[in-house]
Nanobody, 126 residues
């Protein structure tokens, strides 16, 4: 069955904002696990965007999105969010959320995370 369901992608002009959501419907112990966000642009490898600790107290981000993107979570809703502000055309990609209960869930390598959401397209026009 589906373990992570993403939503919130779309088309936005440069400088605009989007908020992505990722829900773990059947994960009753959701609060036990760090969550991550990755993205993949056409012709490029999947790139680490950021991650958030179990209680939301600690977040890390790739340098290119620091100050613009914010990861948060609502454990009661089993949901992690990616708030994206001041979007740039180079942010255009398919965005994936990742759990940490199939694999370790640590660092910036996609092999260290799982399961994965289905991906949601974010397109930023200039």
């Amino acid at each position: 069955q589906v373990q992570l369901v993403e939503s919130g992608g779309g088309l936005v002009q440069a400088g605009g904002s989007l908020r992505l959501s990722c829900v773990a419907p059947g994960r009753n112990d959701f609060s036990n696990y760090p969550m991550g966000w990755f993205r993949q642009a056409p012709g490029k490898e999947r790139e680490f965007v950021g991650s958030i600790s179990r209680d939301g107290g600690n977040t890390v981000y790739v340098d290119s999105v620091k100050g613009r993107f914010t990861i948060s979570r609502d454990n009661a809703k089993k949901t992690v969010y990616l708030q994206m502000n001041s979007l740039k055309p180079e942010d255009t990609a398919v965005y994936y959320c990742a759990g940490s209960w199939e694999v370790g869930g640590s660092g910036d390598k996609y092999d260290y995370w799982g399961p994965w959401g289905q991906g949601t397209q974010v397109t930023v026009s200039s």
